[in-house]
């Protein structure tokens, strides 16, 4: 138990959905993201926030919107998605905002997402 | 070409054998990460180092920043050590991890 709790665990979804992935740390972390794992790549950022400001947007499609409400929780809207979204989408949060020497991330479980 | 690669992507062993995995990198960094992916998806964070040798229980990691270069060794592995490592590394302490694809571990009793 990392202390990042993501939900829902699996998720399927149609095309013309509208879903939301939810993620929730209570360790008092300033920073929260959002990644995605599709099978046998490496993990790719796709949003950061710091203190509830979003400050990286990785070239993401507008199909994904995160929303940040308080410091404790991170949303990832999802509509409309494609097939190819199908992957593992890992939340993680952190003490401080950037991958300084002292910094560790926590992870979440992800939501193993099926776009059919 | 990855920036990040490992070695090897997957990795059978016995229970009881020494484990090395390795990661080689092509860019300046300010750290390395090695971390640790469970078959349910949540990674955990095992060491981050920018120079020499950590230890923790049976695992050890070691960076040769010259070579740039790293390893993870688990002694006396165990079937619960099964998981997928993943090596990443960070530059100019900016919000970016760059990751490697992971080694996919099976421990065998």
């Known amino acids: 138990e990392t202390g990042v709790t993501q939900t829902p665990r699996h998720l399927v979804m149609g095309m013309t959905n509208k879903k939301s992935l939810k993620c929730e740390q209570h360790l008092g972390h300033n920073a929260m993201y959002w990644y995605k794992q599709s099978a046998k790549k490496p993990l790719e950022l796709m949003f950061v926030?710091?203190?509830?400001?979003?400050?990286e947007n990785n070239s993401v499609p507008s199909r994904f919107s995160p929303e940040c409400p308080n410091s404790s929780h991170l949303f990832l809207h999802l509509h409309t998605l494609q097939p190819e979204d199908s992957a593992l989408y890992l939340c993680?949060?952190?003490?401080?905002?950037?991958?300084?020497?002292?910094?560790?991330?926590?992870f979440g479980q992800g939501t193993r997402l099926t776009v059919v | 070409k990855n920036e990040v690669e490992q070695s090897p992507q997957n990795l059978t062993a016995q229970e009881g054998e020494f484990i090395t995995i390795n990661c080689s990198y092509s860019?300046?960094?300010?750290?390395l990460h090695w971390l640790q992916q469970h078959p349910g998806g949540g990674i955990v964070s095992l060491f981050m180092?920018?120079?020499?040798?950590k230890k923790h229980g049976r695992l050890i990691a070691t960076i040769n920043i010259q070579e740039k270069h790293s390893s993870l060794h688990i002694t006396a592995s165990h079937p619960r050590d099964s998981a997928v490592y993943i090596c990443?590394?960070?530059?100019?302490?900016?919000?970016?991890?760059?990751w490697g694809a992971g080694t996919k571990l099976i421990i065998k009793p």
């Open positions: 926030y710091s203190l509830e400001e979003r400050v």
């Open positions: 180092l920018s120079s020499g040798k």
């Open positions: 860019v300046g960094i300010s750290a």
């Open positions: 990443a590394v960070s530059k100019d302490s900016n919000y970016q991890l760059i």
């Open positions: 993680a949060s952190s003490q401080k905002t950037g991958w300084e020497m002292d910094t560790e991330a926590f």
